[in-house]
């Protein structure tokens, strides 16, 4: 029958490249663009579709999540990756998201106990279902400098998901057991370039006079963590003298991911994937999935007001116009398509916030879990009641409180009682309520959407908008340097979302989307099942003729 075959009739895009920029707030795309190039950012915007109120609708905001959000089509409650870790009851340890024992990291030089793999991820991705559409015709490859933001976007099913190993003492990129038996011959090549030494011989400094960085505030301030061996948070960075302070230890080899060669050493990998895997030289749509992790590194050091972001997001923008501009020779104009995301924000530094009179405090969760345990041990008895406290999860000790004979709900219920009175907490809601109610709106409903009931805590925190957690019992808010990210506001949750190339409309809007969008609206344009758990809705506007 005509107009059934995806790959001859519906004349699919031969590539799509989905672009994660970690810790990218919306507000980057206008705040830096009179120093932007005409490639990058603003061939994107200027050329395809802009969703300018794009919010993640679930909490924890952190990279995991959203990096199986976006892939997956739905939200943790479905896809069960509530954080970049947990508290695992059965084993009463840490659970890393991509973190597989049965596996083996594949290339690096030394070795890893601790393999990699998307065994935690609990629904299929778009990447997984291009393939299995094709019959397994279609390649993906996915890279990071993160595991997590590799292994996540490819899937179950991608021929290949590699990230950087700074653990080894080149920085090569690696990938698991689960995907290979060996590196590719081209991916051992690459890594024989030794890239990472020669960019960290390097010295970073402003690709633009520093005067010009006005958008941000003066290099030297007081909301900036120190790198090792500096005496002040300023430009330049002189790698190849970092590297002596560091005697040898392969901890250096991260240093890249905090750089701006972070992100160029990606793009190069990138490239190398798109040549060597002949991606989007046939009829089967090919994807090729790219996560840019140092905008993550540089905006937890820095925060967002300093120049060091600023030049970061410059460069990157010379790094996409190149993968663009490559990618017009590679493949064709006419033959990719490109979206372009977030996996989440980042709020201000709440000295930063403190020092301009905004709304900023501190959440001091040994002080929490301290009081809370007095409370309880008071009421039901001096006992261990408190298995793991998190910085926005409590998990109980379940066996303990079975054993008492105590109402499991009542106790869940008892410390939510109590953590609401805390200073700075917003919201604390039970395990029990979030799996007996719906919730279907404000900050309740992102953390409904958040929770898992095999992976979630028995009690969710939610601190007030500028409060942010922290384990430091001794440094006040007016001196926290760098920040973070993880909550329901605006700040962790607004992100970009650009679409560009084949099939592609100019155009913007400001109706209110969500990242988890994006998987089933590529299931549209593909003509593919959706993911088995999707649950977000194709972009209309994208798919309407």
């Known amino acids: 029958l005509p107009g059934f075959s995806q790959q001859t009739n519906a004349n699919p895009p031969r590539l799509v490249v989905g672009i994660v920029v970690d810790q990218m707030r919306f507000d980057y795309l206008y705040k830096y663009q009179d120093h932007y190039g005409d490639g990058g950012f603003k061939r994107l915007v200027r050329e395809g579709f802009n969703y300018k109120n794009t919010h993640f609708d679930y909490v924890p905001t952190v990279t995991a999540a959203g990096h199986a959000s976006i892939y997956t089509g739905t939200t943790p409650e479905v896809h069960g990756i509530v954080g970049n870790s947990w508290y695992d009851r059965a084993s009463k340890k840490g659970v890393s998201n991509v973190g597989d024992s049965k596996v083996k990291i594949v290339g690096s030089v030394v070795e890893n106990p601790y393999g990699r793999s998307p065994q935690n991820l609990l629904s299929s991705t778009i990447t997984d279902q291009l393939r299995a559409g094709s019959n397994f015709r279609s390649k993906v490859i996915s890279v990071s400098l993160k595991d997590r933001g590799a292994i996540?976007?490819?899937?179950?099913?991608?021929?290949?998901?590699?990230?950087?190993?700074?653990?080894?003492?080149?920085?090569?990129?690696?990938?698991?057991?689960?995907?290979?038996?060996?590196?590719?011959?081209?991916?051992?090549?690459?890594?024989?370039?030794?890239?990472?030494?020669?960019?960290?011989?390097?010295?970073?400094?402003?690709?633009?006079?520093?005067?010009?960085?006005?958008?941000?505030?003066?290099?030297?301030?007081?909301?900036?963590?120190?790198?090792?061996?500096?005496?002040?948070?300023?430009?330049?960075?002189?790698?190849?003298?970092?590297?002596?302070?560091?005697?040898?230890?392969?901890?250096?080899?991260?240093?890249?991911?905090?750089?701006?060669?972070?992100?160029?050493?990606?793009?190069?990998?990138?490239?190398?994937?798109?040549?060597?895997?002949?991606?989007?030289?046939?009829?089967?749509?090919?994807?090729?999935?790219?996560?840019?992790?140092?905008?993550?590194?540089?905006?937890?050091?820095?925060?967002?007001?300093?120049?060091?972001?600023?030049?970061?997001?410059?460069?990157?923008?010379?790094?996409?116009?190149?993968?663009?501009?490559?990618?017009?020779q590679e493949v064709g104009k006419n033959n990719y398509m490109v979206f372009l995301t977030s996996d989440h924000g980042a709020m201000p530094v709440v000295s930063y916030l403190h020092a301009n009179k905004m709304q900023a405090g501190l959440a001091v969760i040994p002080k929490f879990k301290q009081d809370l345990s007095f409370y309880l041990n008071q009421r039901y008895g001096a006992f261990e009641w408190i298995a793991e406290f998190g910085y926005e999860q409590i998990y109980l000790d379940r066996k303990l409180i079975a054993e008492k004979k105590l109402s499991l709900p009542d106790v869940q219920?008892?410390?939510?009682?109590?953590?609401?009175?805390?200073?700075?907490?917003?919201?604390?809601?039970?395990?029990?309520?979030?799996?007996?109610?719906?919730?279907?709106?404000?900050?309740?409903?992102?953390?409904?959407?958040?929770?898992?009931?095999?992976?979630?805590?028995?009690?969710?925190?939610?601190?007030?908008?500028?409060?942010?957690?922290?384990?430091?019992?001794?440094?006040?808010?007016?001196?926290?340097?760098?920040?973070?990210?993880?909550?329901?506001?605006?700040?962790?949750?607004?992100?970009?979302?650009?679409?560009?190339?084949?099939?592609?409309?100019?155009?913007?809007?400001?109706?209110?989307?969500?990242?988890?969008?994006?998987?089933?609206?590529?299931?549209?344009?593909?003509?593919?099942?959706?993911?088995?758990?999707?649950?977000?809705?194709?972009?209309?506007?994208?798919?309407?003729?």
């Open 413 to 545: 219920q008892a410390v939510a009682d109590f953590m609401q009175q805390q200073p700075g907490v917003r919201f604390a809601l039970t395990a029990h309520n979030l799996q007996d109610n719906n919730f279907d709106e404000g900050i309740p409903a992102l953390v409904h959407n958040g929770f898992h009931p095999a992976r979630s805590g028995d009690v969710m925190l939610v601190y007030e908008p500028g409060f942010t957690a922290t384990s430091d019992f001794r440094t006040p808010v007016s001196e926290v340097q760098g920040t973070g990210h993880g909550s329901g506001y605006a700040y962790d949750t607004h992100v970009p979302m650009l679409w560009f190339g084949k099939g592609i409309r100019k155009g913007e809007t400001s109706r209110k989307v969500h990242p988890s969008d994006i998987a089933p609206t590529l299931s549209m344009m593909l003509n593919l099942q959706m993911p088995s758990g999707a649950s977000g809705e194709p972009l209309s506007e994208l798919l309407d003729k």
């Open 152 to 328: 996540l976007p490819g899937g179950r099913t991608a021929n290949g998901a590699y990230w950087h190993d700074w653990e080894s003492s080149p920085g090569y990129f690696v990938s698991s057991s689960y995907y290979m038996e060996k590196l590719p011959s081209w991916v051992q090549d690459f890594n024989k370039r030794e890239l990472t030494d020669s960019y960290l011989s390097q010295t970073w400094n402003t690709l633009l006079p520093i005067s010009e960085y006005d958008e941000s505030a003066p290099d030297d301030n007081p909301h900036e963590r120190l790198l090792r061996g500096k005496d002040s948070p300023t430009f330049p960075y002189d790698l190849e003298a970092m590297r002596k302070l560091y005697n040898g230890e392969t901890t250096f080899y991260q240093v890249l991911w905090g750089t701006p060669f972070g992100n160029t050493i990606v793009k190069d990998f990138a490239l190398e994937a798109l040549k060597n895997e002949g991606l989007g030289k046939d009829i089967y749509t090919d994807m090729l999935c790219v996560s840019f992790s140092t905008p993550d590194v540089v905006g937890h050091t820095f925060g967002p007001q300093s120049v060091e972001v600023q030049d970061i997001y410059l460069r990157l923008d010379r790094d996409i116009e190149n993968l663009l501009s490559t990618l017009d």
